[in-house]
């Protein structure tokens, strides 16, 4: 109000000639200001003192603390801490309020201030990642210098213009947390305190709380605009793997909570193809889908009343379980699933900056290009037919190129440290012809997913996915699976990524091919990266 006020007595001053509206605005800066030169500051166990700086443009202000363990002196343009020793197994933190002026003319500018207690986990200590596993209620620090594993950018050429170190981070945010069963209560207790950037040591640090699940820490430059953020998997249960195609395969998906059938929290996250930031599946339980009935030539058995019953059951109960997934918990962003077009980009790096700077943001595949086509690429737009040929993905390996056999990441993997998204062959071994592999026969369905008989035995749950236009569905009823291969150059899959997937109850492993490009926004588009499905980890094995 006082700011609107005075911009108006600038005009009628200005308007008149009374004043000089450069002397104004000098006055204008004589409003009093108070900045400080850390708006955090991290105190390792044992340490007592730490100095900030204060710039204010009025000669006396003072400081107040929040918590009685730390006290404060002020002098001159500096703040000194004095902080009690932490006797406590996790970190504390406390916030020092700086006060310039008096009232009405007043500034204020808070110092959150973190000590570590006596149990802290680096969790980048065995080497960074996008992810990292983190137990209930304890205190981590983790590597924030260091884009997702620090190794390859898969052909992207994101590395040509941003390093593999990260510059200018200012503070970190929590960007969401959810829980798996919808109770926007719970999700608040995952990530237990606002998280802290310790600019001088460049690590994150943050305090998980008593509930279970997901969580996306960012870290944000001084205006805001983030430049990496980090997936926080907190789950208590041991992480395990077993063996199958020459691969440890984890016992769970990615962001899930344990791997039993019928439980919601076996989903775990959703991931476009290509990018690191995770998605939120349904949150609604698992429902049992009803089947037609059929010979073994496909001939239905079912008189037409019979059919038609059937299927109105089938979409009751798709409507109940398909429900986009909005929890935040005490999260600064708020979810985009449907309505962003990728924007149009022919060269590398693509749209990838756009994609990390919008972590809660599906990016939909393209319906707007000439003739018609859709282009199902979030990252990439070339036309590899020729002028006035067919759209197509690119050639990328943004997770990586590994062959079968081996599994090493890129930058933008999903996975924790020691894991990787799966293989080429991960599941089969693709026809190059028609770009999939017929795999049923290795597979035995169960509730609400399959078990692989042919692999390492596990169950897969029918997780869902969000589609190429950002809608979610298939929850408990179709397959899908990413893996890192691609067909970027194939006429055959349109440039689509290899996904293990169901159609007509037969599971296939490569990319469904388009039958009619001008309806590619139906099912068959699996492979489309635009997609977003989970992914099974597997144990990182370097040549």
Not at 158 to 187: C, P, Q
Not at 202 to 224: H, M, P, Q, V, W
Request: proline share 4%; glycine share 10%.
């Amino acid at each position: 109000m006082k700011r609107n006020l005075y911009i108006t007595i600038i005009s009628i001053l200005a308007a008149v000639g009374c004043a000089d509206p450069a002397q104004v605005l000098q006055a204008e800066a004589e409003y009093a200001s108070v900045s400080l030169s850390s708006s955090s500051v991290v105190l390792e166990n044992g340490e007592q003192t730490k100095v900030v700086f204060v710039a204010s443009n009025r000669e006396q202000w003072d400081a107040v603390s929040s918590a009685d363990w730390v006290d404060v002196s002020v002098e001159d343009n500096s703040l000194t801490l004095y902080v009690d020793a932490n006797e406590q197994s996790g970190d504390r933190m406390a916030v020092v309020d700086v006060v310039a002026g008096v009232e009405p003319d007043l500034a204020v500018t808070r110092l959150k201030v973190l000590q570590h207690g006596k149990s802290v986990t680096d969790l980048s200590k065995s080497g960074t990642a996008n992810c990292y596993i983190a137990p209930t209620q304890t205190s981590y620090t983790f590597n924030a210098k260091v884009r997702g594993n620090g190794a390859s950018d898969g052909y992207s050429f994101y590395l040509n213009t941003h390093s593999v170190t990260i510059e200018g981070g200012a503070y970190a945010m929590l960007a969401w947390e959810s829980t798996f069963d919808g109770d926007k209560t719970r999700s608040c207790d995952v990530i237990a305190s606002e998280p802290i950037y310790d600019a001088h040591n460049g690590t994150i640090c943050f305090s998980t709380g008593k509930s279970e699940g997901n969580a996306l820490i960012a870290l944000c430059d001084g205006r805001g605009k983030i430049l990496w953020s980090w997936h926080i998997w907190v789950v208590d249960d041991q992480i395990k793997t077993s063996f199958g195609k020459k691969l440890y395969w984890m016992d769970r998906n990615l962001g899930a909570l344990n791997n039993e059938v019928g439980d919601v929290a076996n989903r775990g996250m959703l991931y476009q193809w290509g990018r690191k930031e995770p998605f939120l599946p349904s949150a609604e339980q698992y429902i049992d889908m009803p089947k037609h009935r059929y010979d073994e030539d496909y001939n239905s058995l079912e008189t037409e009343e019979e059919y038609n019953a059937t299927e109105a059951e089938i979409i009751r109960i798709r409507g109940l379980v398909n429900r986009a997934n909005m929890q935040r918990g005490d999260g600064a962003l708020e979810w985009q699933y449907v309505g962003v077009m990728a924007p149009v980009a022919l060269q590398a790096p693509g749209n990838i900056e756009y994609a990390i700077e919008h972590p809660t943001t599906i990016l939909s595949c393209r319906a707007d290009m000439p003739i018609g086509e859709y282009v199902f690429d979030w990252y990439l737009v070339q036309d590899l037919v020729g002028a006035g040929g067919m759209y197509q993905q690119s050639q990328s390996y943004l997770w990586g190129n590994a062959q079968a056999g081996t599994a090493y990441k890129s930058i933008f993997d999903p996975c924790p440290p020691g894991y990787a998204v799966p293989p080429c062959g991960a599941f089969g071994t693709l026809n190059t012809e028609y770009a999939c592999t017929y795999v049923s026969r290795e597979w035995e369905e169960a509730s609400c997913g399959w078990t692989w008989r042919g692999g390492n035995g596990d169950y897969f749950p029918s997780s869902g996915n969000l589609d190429v236009s950002g809608l979610i569905g298939e929850t408990g009823e179709r397959m899908l699976y990413w893996t890192a291969e691609t067909f970027g150059d194939s006429t055959i899959g349109f440039g689509k990524s290899a996904t293990l997937f169901v159609a007509f109850n037969d599971i296939y492993y490569g990319v469904y091919p388009i039958l009619d490009p001008m309806e590619a926004g139906a099912w068959y588009s699996y492979g489309a990266r635009c997609y977003a499905a989970p992914v099974r980890c597997v144990k990182e094995q370097k040549n």
